[in-house]
């Protein structure tokens, strides 16, 4: 099959010019945000997209959506994230501005929920409905329950390619403490019901205290500078021309502890990317270089 070479990715660049979508089309239905349309869900997706995350919450301040999964994924200790929002398998955080800290959104009358391994919608359903839907010998009538699918290829470890989540632990230089610091990286593919990407996390953390008596924990610190450098081979959808695409992004941060890179998204009903591959390469602050190539999950 032949490969098409892409300088850029030009879904997700920070500073294009994309106009807000209306808040009209936009509305709160209790802890949770429904979008009028797929249109405006779709508009809204493309709108975050070409946001740095530090304006992901200045966004959902605008809305007055005070329950969003972001927020209860980028805080500053990772203890204090639950077990029930680590549950819900959303990587970007993009989509997590849009999803409560339950995994739910609607568009128009239907309930979405996501959770570990599925994504259930419902027209007319409620929270109630889709927890008992949830159950595998429950039949529901209207229920959709659509599988997240991940990368597209299982090659095993033998091969030398890298399976899951990675943490390193790294020695703080000339810290006197004996503070450690940990950046865990990762790589991710996911396809949703009317959302898919696929991206690289990176996120850095020092094992210190808060205060004279607390206790040691793994909090966010961050780096003075951090570049990552990736490169995904995949198969969107919709928008290309049938061919596998190699993308090639960068993204760099200035003292912040949470960086993302989203290298390519589609947004609608029915979309999918087959992701085959991403190899990415980040440097430090202490100009530390590290390879992870082709960082398969599935």
Not at 8 to 23: F, H, R, T
Not at 213 to 224: E, N
């Amino acid at each position: 099959m032949a490969l098409l070479f892409v300088c850029c990715d030009l879904n997700n660049e920070p500073g294009l010019n994309i106009q807000m979508p209306s808040k009209s089309e936009i509305t709160l239905k209790g802890d949770a945000l429904r979008f009028d349309s797929i249109k405006a869900f779709q508009e809204t997706m493309n709108y975050l997209n070409s946001l740095p995350i530090e304006k992901l919450e200045e966004y959902e301040n605008q809305l007055g959506f005070a329950n969003s999964l972001r927020s209860r994924l980028m805080v500053s200790d990772s203890e204090e994230i639950s077990d029930e929002v680590l549950k819900i398998n959303v990587k970007d955080f993009r989509l997590a501005t849009v999803v409560n800290s339950k995994g739910i959104y609607y568009i128009g009358n239907v309930i979405h929920k996501i959770t570990d391994s599925f994504e259930f919608a419902m027209e007319n359903g409620n929270e109630e409905t889709l927890l008992n839907a949830e159950r595998d010998d429950l039949k529901v009538d209207g229920l959709v329950k659509h599988k997240i699918t991940g990368f597209t290829s299982a090659i095993p470890k033998e091969n030398g390619r890298f399976s899951g989540k990675e943490s390193i632990i790294i020695p703080i230089a000339n810290d006197p403490s004996g503070n450690s610091k940990r950046v865990t990286m990762e790589a991710w593919s996911r396809n949703y019901l009317t959302y898919a990407s696929n991206g690289v996390n990176l996120i850095t953390e020092s094992f210190r205290r808060t205060c004279g008596l607390c206790s040691r924990k793994w909090r966010d610190s961050a780096v003075q500078y951090m570049k990552v450098n990736s490169v995904s081979r995949h198969y969107p959808s919709v928008g290309g021309s049938g061919l596998w695409l190699i993308l090639n992004n960068q993204e760099e941060a200035y003292s912040y502890h949470n960086i993302q890179k989203v290298i390519d998204y589609v947004a609608g009903f029915g979309v999918w990317i087959d992701t085959d591959y991403i190899d990415y390469t980040t440097i430090d602050d202490a100009n530390v270089r590290r390879d992870n190539f082709v960082h398969w999950v599935n």
